[in-house]
C-alpha cells in the first residue's frame, strides 16, 4: 500500500509538473499568436497600401500614355504636313527657278545674236 501511496504522489508529481509546462507553453504560445496576429495584420495594411499605390499609379501611367500618344500623333500629323509644304515649295522653287533660268537663256541668246551680228557689221565695214 505505501508503494501504492508513492507511485501515486510520483503520478501526482509529474501530472502537477506537466500542468505547469504546458500552462507556461500556452502563455508562449498566446504571446506568439497574438504577435503573429498582429504581424499578419500589419502585412496586410502593408499590402492594400501597395495595392493601392500599384492601382493610383497604374492609372496615372495610363492616363500619361494616352496624352503621351494623342501628342505623338499631333507631332506626326503636323511633320507631314510640314512634308508636304516642303514638298509644294521645292516644286514651287523649282518651277521659278527653270523659268528665270529660261528667261534668262533667251536673253543671253538675243545678245549673244546681237554680238553676232555686231561682229558682221564690223568684219563686213
Known amino acids: 500500500m505505501e508503494d501504492m501511496k508513492a507511485v501515486y504522489k510520483l503520478n501526482e508529481e509529474k501530472l502537477d509538473f506537466n500542468l505547469k509546462v504546458l500552462k507556461e507553453r500556452k502563455l508562449v504560445n498566446e504571446g506568439t499568436i497574438k504577435s503573429l496576429t498582429l504581424k499578419q495584420r500589419r502585412s496586410r495594411d502593408t499590402l492594400s497600401k ?3 499605390r500599384f492601382e493610383d499609379q497604374s492609372k496615372e501611367f495610363k492616363k500619361k500614355n494616352i496624352k503621351l500618344t494623342e501628342d505623338y500623333k499631333e507631332f506626326t500629323r503636323k511633320f507631314k504636313e510640314l512634308q508636304e509644304k516642303f514638298k509644294r515649295f521645292e516644286k514651287s522653287d523649282q518651277i521659278r527657278f527653270n523659268e528665270i533660268w529660261q528667261m534668262n537663256d533667251q536673253e543671253v541668246k538675243q545678245l549673244i545674236r546681237k ?4 561682229d558682221k557689221v564690223i568684219h563686213t565695214q
Open 115 to 118: 554680238i553676232v551680228d555686231a
Open 50 to 52: 501597395a495595392k493601392k
